[in-house]
């Protein structure tokens, strides 16, 4: 198994562009998450899906969207980037087991807003 | 609602010294607690958890006890190595299936 995969690995975007942020996952697992990493404050939730066809906002959503068609991608779109969404985005898939979830993440993308 | 609080880095420690992490904790109803490790240029790898209070998780030496009294989760290893500097995420998780809530991580870094 690949697990969680994301690409691409680094990205720089002028100010306005758009682009998608792609994230698959080979587990079959249902619940799928993307988060933004910036220095001093952790990991914060963007938004995430509990299944195909089923998707909610997280903590900071504004700017972002999703759609979850199968249960192996969930794709991030940043429709017109900025400055601040200058950021590390991780993906993450997660399953139950024993009555908690455990959450696996990919490696990450870099992006850059100019 | 939710949050973590996690004690500020960088941590500098010699190899073989011993190794606290403090981790509190904010939540509704009863959370299940994990501390993540991030190496660098990496993604997030589960190191250990907890789900439910007194409980005790354990991986590669690295050990943390879910008080509930205290609403600690503080991570301790005995003797560090240079391979263990890393970054290390405290979470927690209230049963919302992907809604982790971290603390904002704390470095490590482990000098010969």
């Known amino acids: 198994n690949a697990g969680v995969t994301q690409t691409p690995k680094f990205q720089v975007l002028k100010t306005g562009q758009s682009m998608t942020l792609q994230c698959a996952q080979d587990?079959?697992?249902?619940?799928m998450s993307w988060y933004r990493q910036d220095p001093g404050m952790g990991l914060r939730l963007i938004h995430y899906s509990v299944g195909a066809g089923i998707t909610d906002q997280g903590e900071v959503p504004n700017g972002y969207n999703v759609s979850r068609s199968t249960t192996e991608d969930f794709p991030l779109r940043l429709l017109s980037a900025a400055p601040s969404q200058t950021s590390v985005y991780f993906c993450?898939?997660?399953?139950?087991?024993?009555?908690?979830?455990?959450?696996?993440f990919g490696p990450g993308t870099r992006l850059t807003v100019t | 609602g939710n949050s973590v609080t996690q004690m500020e880095g960088p941590v500098t420690l010699s190899e073989e010294a011993f190794l606290t992490i403090n981790c509190t904790y904010t939540?509704?109803?009863?959370?299940?607690l994990f501390w993540y490790v991030q190496y660098p240029g990496e993604g997030l790898q589960l190191l250990l958890k907890a789900t439910k209070a007194d409980d005790k998780g354990s991986n590669k030496g690295f050990e943390a006890t879910y008080r509930k009294e205290t609403t600690s989760f503080h991570l301790e290893k005995g003797s560090v190595q240079v391979s263990d500097s890393a970054v290390y995420f405290c979470a927690l998780e209230t049963g919302g299936g992907n809604k982790l809530t971290f603390g904002t991580g704390t470095q490590l870094k482990v000098e010969l």
């Open positions: 993450a898939s997660s399953y139950s087991r024993d009555s908690h979830y455990e959450q696996y």
């Open positions: 587990m079959n697992h249902e619940y």
């Open positions: 939540a509704t109803g009863y959370p299940s």
